[in-house]
């Protein structure tokens, strides 16, 4: 079945300390996305690409990266410049742009420790 | 700059009430609106999606309405049950310039009671 895989499901993260998070789609979209999920805020852009080896900042960029090598994959690094990384991570895919036939990922839970 | 808001933020109802999970948005140049459902601890799953062009979807015992000129949308769900218990969440579809992008809002979470 098609789909988007997000792993780990919980990641623990030490202060200091870069951690990479990984998505993956079988859906052959063009476009992926990555959100962050906050109580009471809803979900926020961090980064979206619409094609391979491109890739552009959301709203709330500063302190993570990204890197779309793969059409297939689009990996977060949540890096030690992200002061508060505590959040519910989701990523998603959509055949292209429109705002339509998006999917999402079962999420990654980031805590810092 | 487009922003979406909900209301309630929380709502809970006995089993088999209809209900209306609101929403509205500030800017209503917008190309979609969808409705999504929300599990605890889980990703997003598209209920429907009306088009700009377009006034109600329904599917189920779901039906939404879209009036783009007072920038609101409503999700109406008939004879709810334990299982429609979720956060729902309303997406807009925005042209803003170079960054073509859904705006979420803040998401209702429902109790259905049995």
């Known amino acids: 079945d098609g789909g988007i895989t997000q792993s780990p499901k919980y990641l623990f993260r030490k202060e200091g300390q870069n951690v990479t998070l990984s998505c993956e789609q079988n859906?052959?979209?063009?476009?992926m996305y990555w959100y962050r999920q906050d109580p009471g805020q809803g979900l926020r852009l961090i980064y979206y690409?619409?094609?391979?080896?491109?890739?552009q900042k959301g709203d709330i960029a500063e302190g993570y990266s990204v890197s779309r090598e793969k059409k297939e994959s689009f990996p977060l690094t949540v890096t030690s410049a992200q002061k508060n990384p505590t959040a519910f991570y989701l990523c998603?895919?959509?055949?292209?742009?429109?705002?339509?036939?998006?999917?999402f990922g079962s999420g990654t839970r980031l805590t810092v420790v | 700059k487009q922003e979406v808001t909900q209301i309630p933020a929380a709502l809970s109802v006995p089993e088999g009430e209809n209900l209306v999970l609101n929403c509205s948005f500030t800017d209503s140049a917008i190309y979609n609106l969808q409705w999504f459902r929300q599990d605890p601890g889980k990703g997003l799953t598209s209920l429907l999606l009306i088009q700009s062009s377009q006034r109600e979807q329904t599917s189920g015992r779901l039906n939404a309405s879209l009036d783009k000129s007072s920038g609101r949308s409503t999700l109406y769900i008939a004879a709810s049950q334990p299982g429609d218990s979720a956060t729902y969440l309303c997406?807009?579809?925005?042209?803003?310039?170079?960054?073509?992008?859904?705006?979420f809002g803040t998401g209702t979470l429902l109790a259905v009671q049995p």
């Open positions: 690409s619409q094609i391979v080896n491109d890739f």
């Open positions: 998603a895919s959509s055949p292209g742009t429109g705002g339509i036939g998006y999917t």
């Open positions: 997406a807009v579809f925005d042209y803003g310039g170079a960054t073509n992008k859904l705006i």
């Open positions: 859906l052959n979209h063009d476009a």
